[in-house]
């Protein structure tokens, strides 16, 4: 079972920059497509960007250019830096993963692992 925790959230203000951290343990396949999500209360979670082991990234168009995805380090860390932030980009994140180098939607959600989620404010 892949164990995914999230680390990083916090309460900035318009414009600033945070970066999101999600370790995976017991995840080791070669095949990976790796994500994060948001979720506001009240809305479906929506997909902001995704990386798969080929190196393909995939960015919803609401931060295309102000986020950026990628795993690195011996520990194989999932992170998502995030720059320019706006209050619209207020909302609980989470890390996905799952062991399939598709991206697509409808081959990552079924039976995808989640994080427990972090909490992003961003406000004046």
């Known amino acids: 079972q892949v164990q995914l925790a999230e680390s990083g959230g916090g309460s900035v203000k318009p414009g600033d920059s945070l970066t999101l951290s999600c370790t995976a343990s017991k995840f080791t396949s070669h095949n990976w497509c790796m994500a994060w999500f948001r979720q506001v209360p009240g809305k479906e979670r929506e997909a902001v960007a995704r990386l798969n082991d080929y190196g393909h990234t995939f960015y919803a168009d609401s931060v295309k250019g102000r986020f950026t995805i990628s795993r690195e380090g011996a520990e194989k860390t999932l992170f998502l830096q995030m720059n320019s932030l706006k209050p619209e980009d207020t909302a609980t994140y989470y890390c996905?993963?799952?062991?399939?180098?598709?991206?697509?939607?409808?081959?990552?959600?079924?039976?995808?692992?989640w994080g427990q989620g972090t909490q992003v404010t961003v406000s004046s």
């Open positions: 996905a993963a799952k062991a399939v180098s598709s991206c697509a939607l409808g081959n990552l959600l079924p039976g995808v692992s």
